[in-house]
Nanobody, 120 residues
Framework: QVQLVESGGGLVQAGGSLGLSCAAS????????MGWYRQAPGKQRELVAV???????NYADSMKGRFTISRDNANYTVYLQMNSLKPEDTAVYYC??????????????WGQGTQVTVSS
């Protein structure tokens, strides 16, 4: 099993900044992709940003230039720095991890979600 513990989030005014972190633990051999998705009320879950073990990153267009994803491979932790936040960034943010166990089986895991609210 893989456990994900998210922290960060909260309430911020438009134009402000927030940081999220997500630490993975449990039974895995290797972690591949780590990242963040979000889901606003009444909308589908959407990609925010992901990063691979090799360091490549992918951002949703609306987050480019404002959000920065990073990871600490030694501690199996992924971070999301969010700047210039807008009210439309209000959503529950979910950590995502793709891992491989010693048997070579891949799995996807999700964090419990953390609320980010941006006031206008």
């Amino acid at each position: 099993q893989v456990q994900l513990v998210e922290s960060g989030g909260g309430l911020v005014q438009a134009g402000g900044s927030l940081g999220l972190s997500c630490a993975a633990s449990g039974s895995f051999f290797r972690i591949n992709t780590m990242g963040w998705y979000r889901q606003a009320p009444g909308k589908q879950r959407e990609l925010v940003a992901v990063t691979t073990s090799g360091g490549s990153t992918n951002y949703a267009d609306s987050m480019k230039g404002r959000f920065t994803i990073s990871r600490d491979n030694a501690n199996y932790t992924v971070y999301l720095q969010m700047n210039s936040l807008k009210p439309e960034d209000t959503a529950v943010y979910y950590c995502y991890v793709e891992s491989v166990n010693v048997g070579g089986l891949w799995r996807d895991d999700w964090g419990q979600g953390t609320q980010v609210t941006v006031s206008s």
